[in-house]
């Protein structure tokens, strides 16, 4: 049973442009969150989604950022007109049920670099 | 804000001494969780602890949880290299929603 997977490891883009990162969750689970962590920070929740719906994005900026957790295939961050300041890394996790009833499961994270 | 605050930020310690870190969290909970970081890396679940719960133990860790000053702690005992990392603590709970709110973390070098 392959763990969280996140792809690419490191992105690097130039600004303006667009950034998408993926995520497969574990089988069998249907709730995904993105968090992001700054460097020597701890991580700051964006958005909660299960399939095809988005149930908190209360940590998402509002312009710029869309995620989305379509019925079949990875959930996809993405990042439009792409700032110095979006450079951080961005993890995923899932779980079967809400993060509280059982543990997260992280994956590896994408490096975004801004330059 | 941040629901979880890790105190010390930093902590260096010889190789075989315990590691001690403290976790405090604003508003009440359902359960507190600690994750370990490796630099570069992703985040790995070390031991849940619920609300009603006041310790627990997992190997060489050793978690305790006092709601009534809403803090915890992470104890490490015989400490090895392999240690050093980040470790975070996450609180799930009402006021949170359905999601983990996770603190600035403890950074632990562990030296030979």
């Known amino acids: 049973n392959a763990g969280v997977m996140q792809n690419p490891r490191h992105l690097v883009r130039r600004r303006g442009q667009e950034a998408r990162l993926r995520c497969s969750p574990m089988?069998?689970?249907?709730?995904v969150y993105w968090y992001r962590q700054l460097p020597e920070e701890g991580l700051k929740f964006m958005v909660y989604?299960?399939?095809?719906?988005?149930?908190?994005e209360s940590g998402m900026p509002k312009e710029r950022f869309s995620a989305e957790f379509p019925k079949e295939g990875p959930s996809i961050l993405r990042i439009q007109q792409v700032v110095r300041g979006d450079s951080a890394a961005y993890f995923c996790?899932?779980?079967?049920?809400?993060?509280?009833?059982?543990?997260?499961?992280f994956g590896q994270g994408t490096r975004l670099t801004v330059v | 804000s941040q629901q979880g605050e890790e105190d010390p930020q930093a902590l260096s310690i010889q190789e075989g001494e315990n590691a001690t870190m403290n976790c405090s969290y604003k508003?009440?909970?359902?359960?507190l969780q600690w994750y370990r970081q490796n630099s570069g890396r992703g985040l790995v679940h070390l031991i849940l602890?619920?609300?009603?719960?006041r310790e627990k133990h997992s190997g060489r860790l050793r978690v305790t949880l006092d709601t009534s000053k809403k803090s915890s702690s992470l104890l490490i005992t015989a400490s090895r290299a392999a240690d050093t990392a980040s470790y975070f603590c996450?609180?799930?709970?009402?006021?949170?929603?359905?999601?983990?709110?996770f603190g600035g973390g403890t950074r632990v070098l562990v030296k030979p």
């Open positions: 996790a899932s779980s079967p049920l809400g993060q509280g009833i059982t543990e997260a499961f």
């Open positions: 089988k069998g689970h249907s709730h």
């Open positions: 989604l299960q399939k095809e719906n988005i149930i908190d």
């Open positions: 508003t009440s909970i359902n359960n």
């Open positions: 602890i619920r609300s009603n719960e």
């Open positions: 996450a609180t799930d709970g009402l006021a949170a929603g359905n999601k983990l709110t």
